[in-house]
């Protein structure tokens, strides 16, 4: 189930929410872990199974951690054989068909064509995170079942993060409040979220969608430009919508998550990009891959070879292909300059950097989201007038024309300007002014799921 | 912030999503869209077996979607943001000048299209026949200049030159026939269709190929107007509710014209304007009562026997060929599935007409069967 569906907002929802704030405070957590499984399995029932194996193994795993705290060598057996398996799972269900593929040579190496079981990316990473930071003494054991298997499939964050670690929301598992305002931030925050992902990402992604269909050779570099551009606008607004969508979520049932994104198209930098673009994922990576692996602290080299393990992981975790592992390097090598030499450079000019850095996205989104090689390196090649066909043509004249007025919406819900704005609002105005779009998003929303031939998920790969 | 605006925010969006939750309980389901013209999904029967391969879940939200409450008016009011927006089109359908919706005609796949040449190909070589292809081009070509400026849109001409450079049937040339009448009411605004008075233009070009003797010419004929409220396809599927509807003419009366009609394989009585039809969402299946497999037609006047294979833009074409066939068979190829050198070998046919819109003819996968 998606949250941008009228099935979730029309049904799912308003049962959740009903009986939620109906049933008494101890109840609570039964009904979320009830309805969690509900939303898991909605598209795939078989794989409730897996998630409740996944539970039940890293609940096992931090009760025995604990007892054998002052034991260091038996918890840390438990602990590693706990990851071990965790990521035997994800690395069976997503990486199989790669590998077997890659090694088709190996007589008995056969693609199985599983379903990805939904979120398993995410959700794996998050549940790996508790044995961790007891083991680490960063959190207490969690000795009830149903609070872990509430935090495992909390529904919110499950399919497409943000990756919320155990100790981040703990304390919130034995207690929440009920707090009007907590859930207007909810509301509100959802509403945002909705807006990018149904008005503004499925908008322009059907720009992109038409031209990554381009043949070979009709793409002009303007076109090209105009295509990945869209893209770029898709997949942050998708992805951003998505996680504001679940903090929303989180909140109109007293959760709070962390942030995921902060305006990550106005970063100067790579380095900034990285900070602000799916902030829940390199906060994870760099918590319990690259400080673990010395990070710093061991000197440059050692210091590259960190940055260039962490990012090639990071490109993998976004889907078994090669093209995620190319992005993951890419990201490293331009890193590596910026640490090297380039991040002192940079400070020189505001404008320049600030080019520099959307360049380099672009860029790496083409990588991204064109899997086959051949065919990327020709968009890419078409970017920068290599076999393009001509400077610009009038299909980009049309779409210009068509996508002008969203375009230029879009490009500045990039800033942080809408949200001045709405600070700046004098609060009578906002008394009035915040329902009001809160009603007219979530109306023009439903009119857009109603009419719904275009709503397509992102993130079945990750 | 004043204690009061949370719990407006708050109360906005709850009402909003309970509102709609309940009315969607209990209303009931509809089973067909006049608006879209087409069916909507009903609830799905739920069975573990369909859980588990997730076609449950699937035809469930297909269903929530298709009976969500005021479905008419969301669709109407998405185009109209998408206008608002700035769009020129919406699913496909283009806003034109002229208060006019043109579908977008998309490059089509070469290996279908080549396919379809030589099934033509194939029946030509099949049969003692005379065989004609006629290709109509859509309004997205003749009305171009009706189109969003440099509107994304294929080159239905360009497909028509290159088949017919490709075939051995006798190719009619119904583009430029329409191409000189390009500034009169030749398409329906909101359909796909040609309306009556194109097909008449396009009659002369292929009674002239066949018969060697064209068409008359419109106004020689006494038309009738038998609906002001036609709705099209193209109107259905952009939402562009804002636009008005089409007028429908008749142009030949049936006179002494016999048509059989053969839905289900036997005989029964058909006809050239079924006026039932027009109470109907799909007004322009009043031209022969819509998609058949087979039609026969007695026509009452002297000539050679014709078979027409086609789709249905020839149904409004039939009845300006009426004087100049003695017989006139008609097959739908998605329908009648048996051999067609057959056919025309035991109804002695004498010259075959493949008429088709540009759009269909790339398109349509059963084609093939012309060659059989």
């Known amino acids: ?462 | 912030m004043k204690k009061g605006a949370p719990l407006a925010q708050i109360l906005v969006f709850v009402v909003f999503i309970a509102a709609f939750a309940v009315l969607n309980l209990v209303t009931p389901a509809r089973t067909f869209s006049e608006q879209e013209n087409r069916y909507l999904a009903a609830a799905p029967k739920f069975s573990f077996a369909k859980l588990f391969d997730g076609s449950f879940t699937e035809s469930f939200e297909k269903y929530v979607t298709d009976q969500f409450f005021g479905r008419d008016l969301w669709v109407a009011g998405k185009a109209r943001a998408e206008r608002a927006a700035g769009k020129t089109e919406n699913n496909n359908v283009f806003f034109c000048a002229d208060d006019t919706l043109v579908e977008r005609f998309s490059e089509p796949d070469s290996a279908q299209l080549t396919a379809n040449v030589d099934a033509v190909n194939a029946l030509a070589a099949n049969t003692d026949a005379d065989v004609y292809l006629a290709l109509i081009p859509g309004a997205a070509a003749i009305w171009s200049d009706r189109l969003p400026a440099n509107a994304d849109c294929a080159d239905q001409l360009a497909v028509i030159s290159e088949v017919y450079s490709r075939t051995d049937a006798t190719t009619i040339d119904v583009a430029g026939a329409l191409e000189a009448a390009a500034d009169e009411y030749i398409f329906y605004r909101t359909d796909h269709h040609w309306t009556s008075l194109g097909a008449c233009y396009a009659s002369d070009r292929i009674l002239s190929a066949i018969t060697g003797v064209g068409g008359k010419a419109p106004k020689s004929f006494a038309p009738k107007t038998v609906t002001t409220e036609f709705y099209g396809t193209a109107w259905s599927s952009s939402g562009a509710t804002w636009i008005p509807p089409d007028s429908i003419d008749i142009y030949v009366p049936q006179g002494d014209a016999v048509v059989k009609n053969y839905p289900h394989g036997t005989e029964e009585d058909g006809t050239l304007y079924d006026m039932s039809r027009l109470e109907t969402k799909d007004k322009y299946s009043m031209f022969c009562g819509g998609n058949t497999p087979r039609l026969h037609v007695d026509t009452g006047s002297e000539g050679p026997h014709l078979l027409v294979l086609r789709d249905s833009y020839f149904d409004s074409e039939l009845p300006f060929l009426l004087g100049s066939f003695s017989e006139i068979d008609v097959l739908d190829l998605r329908y009648f599935r048996t051999s067609v050198a057959d056919f025309i070998r035991e109804n002695g046919v004498d010259a075959v007409l493949v008429i088709y819109s540009v759009s269909n003819f790339s398109t349509d996968t059963s084609v093939f069967l012309a060659g059989r």
């Open chain 1, 1 to 462: 189930m998606v949250f941008s569906s009228l099935l979730f907002m029309f049904i799912y929802l308003p049962v959740v929410l009903a009986v939620y704030y109906l049933v008494p405070s101890k109840w609570r957590n039964v009904w979320l872990f009830i309805v969690n499984l509900v939303f898991y399995g909605w598209g795939e029932p078989v794989y409730i199974v897996l998630m409740l194996f996944s539970i039940t193994l890293n609940y096992a795993a931090g009760l025995l951690i604990a007892r054998f705290r002052d034991d260091g060598r038996r918890a840390k057996r438990v602990l590693t054989a706990c990851v071990v398996i965790n990521l035997a799972l994800l690395v069976f269900f997503k990486y199989y068909d790669f590998i077997a593929e890659n090694l088709s040579f190996i007589p008995f190496m056969k693609p199985l064509g599983l379903t990805l079981p939904i979120g398993i990316s995410f959700y794996t990473f998050q549940t790996m995170s508790y044995p961790i930071d007891v083991y680490r003494g960063d959190a207490d054991v969690q000795k009830n079942y149903v609070s872990f298997g509430t935090f495992v499939a909390l529904f919110p964050q499950l399919i497409a993060g943000p990756i919320v670690r155990y100790k981040d929301v703990a304390s919130q598992l034995a207690f929440r409040a009920n707090d009007r305002e907590q859930f207007a931030s909810g509301v509100r925050r959802f509403i945002v979220g909705l807006g990018k992902k149904v008005l503004l990402a499925n908008n322009i992604g059907m720009l992109w969608d038409t031209y990554k269909a381009m043949p070979a050779g009709s793409l002009t570099v303007a076109g090209a430009w105009l295509g990945i551009i869209a893209f770029t606008l898709q997949i942050y607004f998708d992805f951003s919508g998505y996680s504001d969508m679940a903090i929303g979520l989180g909140r109109m049932l007293g959760f709070e998550f962390l942030e995921n994104f902060n305006y990550p198209y106005i970063s100067k930098s790579i380095t900034e990009f990285w900070r602000r673009w799916h902030i829940s994922l390199s906060t994870w990576f760099r918590d319990y891959v690259y400080i673990p692996l010395g990070g710093n602290r061991k000197g440059l080299a050692r210091q590259l070879l960190n940055i260039l393990i962490v990012w090639a992981l990071t490109g993998f975790w976004h889907g078994a292909s090669w093209n995620f592992l190319l992005w993951g390097l890419y990201y490293a090598i331009w890193l590596t300059i910026e640490k090297l030499f380039l991040l002192k450079l940079l400070d020189r000019s505001r404008i320049i950097s600030h080019i520099y850095a959307l360049v380099v996205v672009i860029v790496g989104w083409a990588l991204f989201a064109i899997e086959d090689s051949g065919e990327c390196l020709r968009y890419v090649g078409a970017m920068f007038g290599v076999g393009s066909a001509g400077l610009i043509g009038p299909d980009v004249l049309y779409y210009l024309r068509s996508y002008g007025p969203s375009l230029a919406v879009m490009i500045v819900a990039c800033t942080p300007l809408g949200a001045l704005v709405m600070k700046k609002l004098p609060k009578k105005a906002a008394a009035v002014a915040i329902p009001v779009l809160i009603l007219a998003v979530l109306a023009i929303s439903t009119a857009y799921l109603v009419d719904g031939t275009y709503n397509p998920f992102l993130y079945f790969r990750f």
